[in-house]
Every structure is written in structure tokens, then in C-alpha cells.
């Protein structure tokens, strides 16, 4: 049995609270780990740790920060199979899925290689007689993060790797249903030459996050996961005089067009909502096909391709996707299913019945498909983050572009559409985030930044690209003015750039 502590001060320490919690392997339901909870006095070992190295980290120049991210890079690639082999099997999803995992966290690490000229200030040569004013951009200090279980690669490298580069020290709090792999992203920055106390990693629940949010010597906190605790955290967080930002749960529609090649709309959707059994904050788990006649034509071609779903463990290198990450999950999921069918909507795929043989105890669902979903229903509003796709039929492109705008999530949403006027029309208007024309899955490269709108994030600021820069960092702008300024005497008014 694999025990996780934490990591302090660039090492593994042993949980000394006495609480544990288990990790599963979701392929077969068996326990795997026990992950130490800590307490506030463990989280106050890892953050005075962390205050202790900062200044020196801080004080390292930019470049030599970035190569310690470059020799990271290295050591991820070195390791990708080890990675995503642990990634599969505490997460559950399958092998090529965990490797996309841990690639779009590398490539905010690549972004963050360019730090010297993404914290680079402005200068202004004589904004006054003799006043030059220029202004620096200067890490925060100590930051946490507090992370889902859901992308346990990527969401972890989005959190520490701007905020390391920026010159803060960081304390990750990790889900403590798969700890696995930021313990190993830890250790492999240790190695890459990050000084020990940089990067924390204290596993936790409630009583970890909850002294996070009480610590003064906590400047800032990222949070990702359901929007019910992301509330909760932005709230805490900025009550105690935290820089917060929290990105939470999500429903994401695709509009498919009259005009839309179908063949393409339904690859496009059967990956975007069933891949990772559905347990992505960008799955898409509504298509709104617009009018009758696409609608019916959308599930002449969608309902045998979900009944035709490759289910199977995260080792299986041919399954489309593999088991949800707890029993407590799957049991979630499947009772929106029972939900749904209680709510009048026509369930035309029941995986409910799934088993996957030779694991019958894995956390395993079939994938579902309900037809004449409407607005009113709890399994329209609420996130179900499941292999569960819900078809809300729209009567015009105005419903379809109402729908999501209306909907108390606003992460991601896609079109798919041949008319470019409609796509146009449709990414102006819409009332989300992120949005995918004729792309299922709208996650912006590295160098834009990614967030929600409405409940779906909570803050000012985007995680990752040069919002990160801007979120891990303080501006302070220095008004300076060389000799002869000072040759006159007092002045007693207020200081004018004359
Ligand atoms: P979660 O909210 O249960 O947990 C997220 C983190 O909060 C974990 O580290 C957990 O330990 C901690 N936590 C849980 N309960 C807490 C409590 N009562 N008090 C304090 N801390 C608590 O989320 P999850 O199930 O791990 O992840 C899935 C959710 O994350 C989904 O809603 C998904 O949409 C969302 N998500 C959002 C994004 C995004 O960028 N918007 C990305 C990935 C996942």
C-alpha cells in the first residue's frame, strides 16, 4: 500500500495529523493509497517553509528561473510514461488521455519560459521636467493553490508554474482522490534545481484549505474545482485580504447548424462528451441542434455511436474511455440518470447497466443519451460530470444562442456551423467564456489564458497566459526625479507634472 505525506521543504514528510483518506485505482475499485490529511499545524510547517525561501528566490533573476523550468520540461519528458501510467490509474482515464493531460500543462510551463520579458515593466523618459517614471512587476510572496481531481497534471502545472517563475513560493494542495502525480511534479522540479521551500505540496481536505484561507502569510490563492466551493473559497479568501481567483463547475453547450457537417459534428461531440468518462470542466454535456430536421438527423447518426462507446480500463490503449474517479461518483452520476428519466426526458442510451468483465468492481458507467431535455429540468441546470449527454432541442439560432447565454454556467461552448456570418454573429454574442467554432473543446492555447464567466469563475483575472503574470505579481511604479528637481526648495501644492 502506496502512503502519501506531504512534500515540505523539499522533502517527503510523513502525515502526523492521524487523519488519512484512501486513494482508488478506478479500474478496479481497489484502494491503492492512503493520503495523509494535514493539519493547520502541517500546513504552517509547509508556508513558514516557504516564506523562508522566498526572498533569495525572488531575488534570483528571471532567466535563471526559466532554466529551472526548461530542465523541468526535460525531466516531464523523461518521465511521460511513468506519469501518465500513475495519472491512469488514481484518475482513471485512459493512457493517451492522462499523456494529453500532462502536455497542456507543459505548455504553460513553455509559456512561462519567457518570464524575463513577460514581467518586464514601462519607463517613461520625462513625464514632468527632469521626472522619469517606470513601474516593476514584483512577486506576491507565499501563494497557494487548491486544485480538482480532474486534471491532475495539468491543473497543477497551470497553478505553480506561472506563479514559481513570477518569483513567489508556492503551496499546492492537490485533490486528495489522485495525489499521485503533483507529489512526482514536485519532486521533479526539486530535481529540475528549484531551491527546497518553492514549491509545497500539503495534501488535505476542508481543514487544510480552510487554513489556507486564514493564513497571513498567504498573499494570493488559485482555486479550481465545483463552482459550490469556489464560491466559497473567493468569498473566505477575499474577506481575509487575499489577492483570489476561482474557476468552478461547468454545462457546456454545442450549437450544431442546420448546415453542419454532421459526420464531423458527431465525432466532434461523442469525443468532446464522453471522452474522460465526462469528467472535464470543457466536456460538453448539452447539444442544442437547431430545428427538426437537424435534430433528427443529429440522432440518427449520434444514438449508435454512443451505444458503441469503447469502454474499458485507463491500461486499455483502444477504450474511448475508462472508469469515474470514485464509487461515490459513479453513484452521482448515475442517479441524475434516474433523475433524468423521473424528469420526462427520453433516455435513448442507458449505460446503466454497464460491467466491465474482469472488473466488476471498477467505477465503471456506460455512456448515456437523453433526447427532449428541457431547460426546466435539474439535469439541464446542474453539472452532472459524467458520460452523460443531454440533447436540449432548439427551434431557431436565437433559442441556441439564448440557451447557454441564460445558463448559470458559462465555461465553454462551441458552434458548429459551414456559415461564417452565424459563427461570427454567434462568438460575439454569446454569453460565455470560451468558445469553439467548429472545435467541440475551446481550451485556449498558453499563451491566451482560459476562464468561465458567470458561475463558472470567480475574480478579475484568467488563469494562465498573461493574466497569470498580472495575477502573481504587484505593480509598484516609481515616480523619480534627478537632481535638479529638488535644487528650488519645498513645494506645498499638490505635486503636478508641469
Ligand atoms: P471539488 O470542488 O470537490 O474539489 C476541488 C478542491 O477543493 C479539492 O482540492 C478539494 O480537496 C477541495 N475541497 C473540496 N471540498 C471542500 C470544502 N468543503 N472546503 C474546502 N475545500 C474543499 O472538485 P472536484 O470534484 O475535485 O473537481 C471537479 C469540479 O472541478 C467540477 O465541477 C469541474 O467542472 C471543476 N473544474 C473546473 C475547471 C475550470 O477551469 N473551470 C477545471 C477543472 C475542473
Known sequence: MIEYGHFIDGKHVKGASGR?????????GSVRAKVALASKAELDAAVASAKAAQPAWAATNPQRRARVLSKF??????????L??????????????????????????????????LMKGEYTEGAGPGIDLYSMRQPLGVVAGITPFNFPAMIPMWKFAPAIAC????????????PGVPMRLAELMIEA???????????????????????????????VGSSSIAQYIYSRGCANGKRVQCFGGAKNHMIIMPDADMDQTVDALVGAGYGAAGERCMAVSVAVPVGKATADKLMEKLIPRVESLKIGPSTDPSADFGPLVTKQ???????????????????VVDGRGFKMQGYEDGFYLGGCLFDDVTPNMRIYKEEIFGPVLSVVRAHDFEEA???????????????????????????????????????????????YTFGGWKKSG??????????????????????????????EGAEFSMPLMK
Open 20 to 28: 488519512t483518506a484512501d486513494v482508488f485505482q478506478p479500474l478496479d
Open 73 to 82: 520540461l526535460e525531466l516531464v519528458a523523461r518521465d511521460n510514461d511513468e
Open 84 to 117: 501518465a501510467e500513475l495519472l491512469a490509474r488514481e484518475h482513471g482515464k485512459t493512457l493517451p488521455d492522462a499523456k494529453g493531460d500532462i502536455q497542456r500543462g507543459v505548455e504553460v510551463v513553455e509559456f512561462m519560459l519567457g518570464v524575463p520579458h
Open 167 to 178: 518569483g513567489n513560493a508556492f503551496i499546492l494542495k492537490p485533490s486528495e482522490r489522485d
Open 193 to 223: 534545481g528549484l531551491p527546497a521551500g518553492i514549491l509545497n505540496v500539503v495534501n488535505g481536505d476542508k481543514e487544510s484549505v480552510d487554513a489556507i484561507l486564514d493564513h497571513d502569510d498567504i498573499s494570493a490563492i488559485g482555486f
Open 329 to 347: 461518483a459513479l453513484e452521482r452520476v448515475r442517479g441524475y440518470v434516474d433523475l433524468g428519466v423521473e424528469e420526462g426526458a427520453k433516455l
Open 401 to 447: 444562442v439564448r440557451l447557454p447565454s441564460e445558463h448559470e454556467y458559462g465555461n465553454g461552448v462551441a458552434i458548429f456551423t459551414r456559415d461564417g456570418d452565424a459563427a461570427r454573429e454567434f462568438a460575439s454574442r454569446v454569453n460565455v467564456g470560451m468558445v469553439g467554432i467548429n472545435v467541440p473543446i475551446p481550451v485556449p492555447v498558453s499563451y
Open 458 to 487: 470567480f475574480g478579475d483575472l484568467n488563469q494562465y497566459g498573461p493574466d497569470a503574470v498580472r495575477f502573481y505579481t504587484k505593480t509598484k511604479t516609481v515616480t523619480s526625479r534627478w537632481p535638479s528637481g529638488v535644487k
